[in-house]
């Protein structure tokens, strides 16, 4: 991962090629799944990494290259979840996740 992304201390950036296969993750994103595996996800798929319903949705969002955004809070942490697919010359390249920290106290602006 590019080094200006790689340190980020409020998201997790997760990329899986047009395979479904995990290519690169951020330090913050080994440290979310280090349970898991973390930097060893790398190489893996992305489908054998979620339970079924999670399977279904991650096969949605390649085949039909939507985006999917919803937020988690877990142990106290309020998360947004931004994933969405990649292009690479207007051609689908892959999947990749945003999981980004939500501030406790965080300010909402309507501008016009």
Same mark, same amino acid.
């Given at each position: 991962m590019d080094s200006k992304f790689n340190e980020l201390p409020f998201m997790a950036i997760t990329v899986a090629d047009k395979d479904g296969e995990i290519i690169d993750m951020n330090e913050r994103s080994a440290n979310t799944f280090e349970n898991s595996g973390g930097k060893a996800l790398i190489g893996k798929k992305l489908l054998d990494c979620h339970p079924e319903k999670a399977?279904? #949705?991650?096969? +949605?969002?390649?085949?039909? %290259?939507? =985006?999917? !955004? /919803? =937020? #988690?809070?877990?142990?106290? !942490?309020?998360?947004? @979840? /931004? %994933? =969405?697919?990649? $292009?690479?010359?207007? !051609? $689908? *390249?892959?999947?990749?996740? $945003? +999981? @980004? @920290? @939500?501030?406790? *106290? #965080?300010?909402? /602006?309507?501008?016009?």
């Open positions: 399977r279904n #949705i991650i096969k +949605s969002l390649a085949e039909e %290259q939507k =985006t999917n !955004v /919803y =937020t #988690i809070e877990k142990n106290g !942490v309020k998360k947004l @979840i /931004y %994933q =969405t697919p990649c $292009f690479k010359n207007g !051609v $689908f *390249d892959g999947l990749i996740e $945003f +999981s @980004i @920290i @939500i501030p406790e *106290d #965080i300010p909402h /602006y309507v501008r016009n």
